[in-house]
């Protein structure tokens, strides 16, 4: 079995055929431009600069385009990145295609969705069983193919329902430790927290935000949504309001982009497992490219910390 670009280790040579992920052109210090690429492979990404770029390698080097590079892995500011030392774009005789470096969850579609509709099914409360049934059916689709960010956690083709089904097993958890909170709400709640990405990303290769991602956000698309729901449907009642303050306040506080703070129970033990599982997730992801008494890259989102891998983990 080949291996992927993060099971090279620093000094090891390269040469593979990787996806762009996302190019972006910059100006050196010697006035010259260069593409700052971001190459992935279903293993995971790593970035790699093209010094002296011109515009035909802006052209052939741009996001979604494959390309076979050689190399060598590099430690530089304590992350990973290829030096490149040969690059070419793939060309049609090549037998490489854009799935085969797609970074996917490790469970199928088929068992997610069956699992996100068995939640669902359990839910007493017919307004609130509707409304989400409904916007899931609306949005099935991209639900099921979307990650859930461009970065950070659980970026990789159908990460969205991944994430959404591993915070509803931990809702069904923490509802059996703590009873008085409403199942209904809770698992409402997490299906349809990030659901509005589905409309503020761009799609599950080369992942980027919408003009509505931009001007909007999923929170605000998601309130919306509800509320159309809710039209349609012809319910009204508190329900739909409870359901839009869950979406208005899974991220906690105003500085972390939540317009409202939690109110309401459920909706406070929502942004505990949203946060859980987005750390769990970034956590495995960095601690698989270490080896045991190593520590692994910066993470951005968790305060720029690197996280030790102690010597007796497999």
Do not use: C
Not at 27 to 32: C, F, P, R, T, V
Not at 140 to 154: G, I, V
Not at 200 to 215: F, M, R
Not at 249 to 258: D, I, L, R
């Amino acid at each position: 079995m080949n291996r992927g670009i993060l099971q090279f280790d620093v000094g090891e040579q390269v040469e593979l055929f990787l996806l762009i992920k996302s190019s972006v052109k910059g100006i050196a210090s010697n006035g010259k431009p260069f593409l700052t690429l971001i190459l992935q492979d279903q293993s995971g990404e790593i970035e790699a600069k093209l010094w002296d770029a011109s515009e035909e390698d802006v052209k052939n080097y741009a996001a979604q385009n494959i390309v076979k590079v050689s190399g060598d892995v590099q430690n530089y500011r304590g992350r990973s990145q290829l030096r490149i030392r040969q690059i070419r774009p793939a060309s049609p005789a090549d037998p490489v295609k854009i799935s085969d470096f797609l970074e996917t969850a490790p469970v199928s579609t088929e068992e997610m969705m069956s699992k996100v509709t068995q939640y669902i099914f359990e839910m007493k409360n017919p307004n609130i069983q509707r409304v989400t049934r409904h916007l899931l059916k609306k949005h099935q689709q991209a639900f099921l193919e979307f990650p859930a960010a461009t970065k950070n956690h659980h970026e990789f083709v159908s990460g969205l329902a991944y994430h959404v089904v591993s915070m509803l097993d931990l809702a069904k958890m923490i509802s059996g430790l703590y009873p008085s909170l409403d199942k209904d709400l809770l698992y409402a709640g997490v299906i349809l927290h990030d659901l509005g990405k589905v409309i503020e990303l761009s799609g599950p290769i080369s992942t980027v935000y919408t003009i509505e991602g931009n001007l909007l956000g999923h929170i605000t698309i998601m309130v919306n949504e509800i509320g159309k729901a809710a039209d349609e449907l012809g319910i009204s009642g508190e329900e739909v309001l409870i359901l839009q303050h869950l979406v208005l306040s899974h991220h906690g506080k105003a500085e972390w982009g939540s317009p409202k703070a939690p109110l309401i129970k459920e909706a406070e033990i929502l942004h505990h497992i949203d946060n859980l599982d987005a750390k769990m997730n970034m956590l495995d992801r960095a601690l698989v490219r270490v080896k045991p008494g190593e520590f692994t890259e910066r993470i951005f989102a968790l305060e720029n910390r690197s996280f030790y891998k102690p010597t007796f983990h497999k």
